[in-house]
């Protein structure tokens, strides 16, 4: 069974902090998605990496996939209250439609 | 791009009547349709991967019976929640698949509630 180890499961911290969340597994995928949810809502897609060691930046949030794309991290940088809600993040392996999701990550940034 | 809607966005219905979600790739064509469960708080449950044309792969532990799963064409598939009972009360999400590089996109989701 394929496994995506998100953590931490919940972060609440104040605006203007930095922080990383972490996807962690023991198989190697092919690509990788970070997602963001909001209450009520379906999760957007944020980026997607492919590449062992590929970084991507979006705004404040940079996106890293490890080198043995067995492992990415989302950082945001000076935190909004914007940023709060449920990060998610979800791998494919080669030759399977199907994503495994993480267990996701429930940030709130507090003004 | 690639924009995922869902009908209804929120639905109440008595026990042991059914109910039918669709979800619709409004921009793009969609082979692969998946169908999701959230329970609050939780991370996205697969149910099903719905390919256009043929029959639906469900995950361990879900009901064919119960959830079914419909993929008439490549940009609608539909899930009726048949005899639906309190337990079913969930929000559900399905998502199309573009095919490059597995990307996945999401519907907005549907609240079911079931009295």
């Known amino acids: 069974t394929q496994l995506l180890e998100q953590s931490p499961q919940f972060l609440s911290i104040q605006e203007g902090e930095n922080l990383t969340v972490y996807c962690n597994s023991s198989?190697?995928?092919?690509?990788l998605q970070w997602y963001r949810q909001e209450p009520g809502e379906g999760p957007v897609l944020l980026v997607t990496?492919?590449?062992?060691?590929e970084v991507k930046k979006l705004k404040r949030l940079t996106f890293q996939f490890g080198d043995a794309r067995k492992d990415s991290s989302l950082h945001i940088t000076a935190a909004q209250p914007g940023d709060t809600g449920l990060y998610l993040c979800?791998?494919?392996?080669?030759?399977?439609?199907?994503?495994?999701f993480g267990q996701g990550t429930r940030l709130t940034i507090n003004p | 791009g690639a924009v995922v809607s869902q009908h209804p966005s929120r639905v109440i219905c008595k026990s042991g009547t059914s109910v039918k979600i669709e979800c619709r790739s409004l921009?793009?064509?969609?082979?692969?349709m998946f169908w999701y469960r959230q329970f609050p708080k939780q991370s996205l449950m697969l149910m099903a991967t719905?390919?256009?044309?043929?029959?639906?792969?469900?995950e361990q532990g879900v009901e064919k019976d119960k959830f079914l799963i419909n993929h008439a064409s490549l940009t609608l598939s539909t899930l009726t929640v048949t005899s639906a009972h309190p337990e079913d009360s969930s929000f559900y999400i399905c998502?199309?698949?573009?095919?490059?590089?597995?990307?996945?996109?999401f519907g907005p989701g549907t609240r079911l509630t079931v009295t």
């Open positions: 998502s199309a698949q573009t095919g490059y590089d597995y990307e996945q996109y």
């Open positions: 198989s190697v995928f092919s690509s």
């Open positions: 990496v492919v590449t062992g060691g």
């Open positions: 979800a791998g494919a392996t080669q030759g399977a439609q199907k994503l495994v």
């Open positions: 921009d793009f064509q969609a082979t692969t």
């Open positions: 719905s390919n256009e044309g043929s029959k639906a792969t469900y």
